[in-house]
């Protein structure tokens, strides 16, 4: 179910739109079995990684909620309109402030940009699982040939 799209108008206030999605958009929530929400951002939010955290995993424990962000590197440091954001980190530290933010809503996190996907959680699981398949096929092919070469 798509509720809502929340835009900071200019700013990364990520408490404010949090507060709204979970406060007020989600007041029903008794009647959903399950609710997400989708972050699309370019760059670290206005407050502090440890504050959203703490918000976060508290709110998440209310009720069958998931915070997912998707984080796309921009080139620019610099709106498009030349204000600088109230709280500036290079692309690495704004990955893992949200890795950790994603973490407390047992989420996952996805960083992609102009160059292609830099992580994604989904893609980790599924390259996971095909090395999990592929060692039991090897498995299976080792014990298939000494049982062939017993008999």
Request: hydrophobic fraction near 35%; charge should be neutral; charged fraction near 25%.
């Amino acid at each position: 179910r798509w509720v809502l799209n929340l835009q900071c108008k200019g700013s990364r206030n990520f408490m404010s739109a949090l507060r709204r999605a979970v406060e007020v958009d989600f007041k029903d929530k008794d009647k959903h079995k399950s609710q997400g929400l989708y972050i699309l951002t370019t760059g670290i939010p206005d407050q502090e990684t440890h504050t959203l955290t703490g918000y976060v995993a508290e709110a998440c424990r209310g009720f069958d909620l998931q915070l997912h962000v998707c984080l796309f590197s921009v080139t620019e440091d610099i709106s498009s309109n030349g204000i600088m954001p109230a709280r500036y980190a290079n692309p690495t530290e704004t990955a893992s402030a949200f890795k950790e933010i994603v973490q407390a809503a047992n989420g996952r996190f996805h960083w992609f940009g102009e160059a292609g996907i830099f992580e994604s959680d989904d893609i980790t699981i599924i390259v996971s699982e095909m090395e999990k398949a592929k060692n039991y096929s090897q498995k299976c092919a080792l014990l298939v040939e000494s049982l062939k070469q017993r008999s």
